[in-house]
């Protein structure tokens, strides 16, 4: 890209008016120590989440996607301020939450709730589902009109589980049922923000489909702000308006979702669009060209220098790996951290020597595999258009209601924030 697009290129300022604005976020870092030896001095830092930011509009979806250890969960744990940020701020409806305390938060935490990745870990199964999805009501003190009993009941049959199965155990449930127990639990305080940490990749392909279209309709049901972590494009697609792509603890591209669709601009984004299979089995025989990024993503405890993808991006040059590319907004609803922004009318980079990892660093696929990933990803998005939603049945028998706790139990701590009991994520590694 030239200097002069360059300049005429509009930065990162809101392009949403600030009315519309639910959440912002600015600068945003979370830096996790490395500490050794006996005095636990610090050695180094993960990179996790490095200046990111964006903001998320009263009523939208914003879908964030990239490689496992890009950064998602810590950037989501951050915005609900279960993690404390190392640098940048957090406003919530205007106001700065980057340092809020617990009793500060206690008010916040009513707007703003979190879905975890999986729904075998983060209910705890000695709790009946009355008492997790009436656990926020307790710990926030809140008393709903009818009772807490009736509200459970009613959020159940909101997320499409029988309410009569209030004082069963999470063990009683399939995959997708306990996610909707989880969602339920985020509904309870009719919350502004819904962060939703891989909500379906712990489920099988099948029932990602139905969870995907609950969160759809309860959206507009209910009038909710999602912000969608998922590292599949595919899963974030129908549901998001627009959709961050992250790479190393950056957003390296941010679009409206049918811009980034038709023509993403990233290099990075385009490879990872490029793994998507075509869902239209009508267009299936297109040809299109998959890209397989070589070598695993970098590690975020010494990211590259400049841009942070340029050991892996075919198109990489010297000013790819001297200097860092600001986010910048090359079209109307799409902004994009690169030198050689493809679908750009300027693509001719001022300095063309290519770098000699980047002449290797793509390869294409096979036809075959194309079609065959393609085919088994068809079905997943037409069940996701037509909307189909059936109810899964408990799959084991009702507990008698004397052996199942009282729903009125105090519920843990950790039910406040909507944090597992057990961590459900070691950072590990998915390809
Ligand atoms: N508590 C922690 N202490 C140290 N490092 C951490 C911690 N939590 C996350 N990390 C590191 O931060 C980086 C980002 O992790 P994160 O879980 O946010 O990635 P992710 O994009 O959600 O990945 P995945 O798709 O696997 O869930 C990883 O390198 C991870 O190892
Ligand atoms: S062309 Fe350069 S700046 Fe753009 S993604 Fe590739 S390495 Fe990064
Ligand atoms: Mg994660």
């Known amino acids: 890209m030239s200097e002069n697009s360059k300049d005429t290129a509009v930065t990162t300022a809101d392009t949403a008016a600030d009315g519309d604005v639910l959440l912002k976020v600015t600068g945003l870092q979370k830096h996790f120590p490395i500490k050794k030896g006996l005095l636990q001095r610090q050695v180094g830092a993960v990179h996790a989440v490095d200046g990111i930011d964006f903001e998320v509009r009263r009523g939208e979806t914003l879908g964030v996607v990239g490689e496992s250890g890009c950064g998602k969960s810590t950037m989501g744990r951050l915005i609900t301020r279960l993690l404390e940020p190392t640098g940048g701020k957090v406003e919530f409806e205007g106001k700065d939450i980057t340092h809020l305390g617990v009793s500060g938060m206690r008010p916040m935490r009513r707007d703003v709730q979190m879905i975890f990745q999986d729904p075998y870990s983060s209910l705890n199964p000695r709790h009946t589902i009355g008492t997790i999805v009436g656990a926020p009501f307790r710990l926030q003190g809140v008393t709903p009109e009818g009772g807490i009993k009736k509200e459970v009941q009613r959020l159940l049959s909101v997320v499409g589980l029988n309410p009569e199965h209030y004082n069963r155990y999470p063990h009683e449930f399939s995959g997708g049922q306990r996610q909707r127990i989880g969602i339920a639990r985020a509904l309870a305080l009719s919350p502004k923000l819904v962060v939703a940490d891989e909500p379906v990749s712990a489920l099988d392909v099948s029932i990602q489909a139905q969870v995907v279209n609950l969160l759809d309709d309860l959206q507009q049901e209910l009038g909710l702000t999602y912000v969608i972590i998922a590292h599949d494009l595919s899963v974030v697609r129908h ?38 299979p075509i869902p239209d089995p009508r267009r ?16 975020p405890i010494s990211p590259p220098s400049g841009c942070r993808f340029h050991t892996r991006c075919w198109k990489a040059t010297e000013i790819c790996k001297t200097t860092e590319p600001p986010l910048l907004e090359l079209r109307p609803g799409q902004r994009v951290a690169c030198h050689h922004p493809e679908n750009f009318e300027d693509q001719q980079p001022q300095d063309t020597v290519l770098l000699s990892a980047a002449k290797e660093a793509a390869e294409l696929v096979s036809e075959e595999v194309l079609a065959e990933s393609a085919e088994t990803s068809a079905a997943v998005a037409k069940a996701v258009e037509e909307g189909e939603l059936a109810v899964e049945e408990p799959a084991a028998e009702e507990p008698a209601e004397d052996d199942a706790p009282s729903a009125e139990e105090p519920a843990e701590a950790s039910e406040e924030s909507g944090e597992p009991e057990a961590p459900t994520e070691a950072p590990s590694k998915k390809k």
């Open 284 to 299: 299936k025989s297109e040809k299109s060209e998959r890209i397989l990024l070589k070598g695993d993503v970098p590690s």
């Open 239 to 276: 549901v998001s308006d627009r959709i961050a792509v992250m790479y190393l603890g950056k957003i390296v591209e941010l679009a409206d979702r049918d811009l980034l669709y038709k023509s993403p601009m990233h290099p990075y984004t385009k490879a990872l669009m490029s793994a998507v």
